[in-house]
């Protein structure tokens, strides 16, 4: 069993900056390769940024492109996703996600709201 716990969500003005944390019960966040989606109000859950594994390569939604960066620190079992220039259209909820060789998992999510 894997839990995953998302945190560091909030309120933030358009143009501001947050750090979102993925903390994991076990250490997979090197073993597998970690994913961040978020759910806006009324639409389908999207993609949002992978690493990988090993390499540590990173891939986003062309909407947060030069905007967001995932990272990790394995030391902490922890995945972050580093927030910038951050739009009302970025308002969801955000989720972190892993595959392991035992299923999917998902986070509970945290709520990031862009407004002035």
């Known amino acids: 069993q894997v839990q995953l716990v998302e945190s560091g969500g909030g309120l933030v003005q358009p143009g501001g900056s947050l750090r979102l944390s993925c903390a994991s019960s076990r250490s997979i966040s090197s073993d597998y390769p970690m994913h961040w989606f978020r759910q806006a109000p009324g639409k389908e859950r999207e993609f949002v940024a992978s690493i990988a594994r090993s390499s540590g390569s990173a891939n986003y939604a062309g909407s947060v492109k030069g905007r967001f960066t995932i990272s990790r620190d394995s030391t902490k079992n922890t995945v972050y996703l580093e927030m910038n220039s951050l739009k009302p259209e970025d308002t969801a909820v955000y989720y972190c996600?892993?595959?392991?060789?035992?299923?999917?998992?998902w986070g509970q999510g945290t709520q990031v709201t862009v407004s002035s």
């Open positions: 996600k892993v595959t392991t060789a035992l299923g999917t998992y």
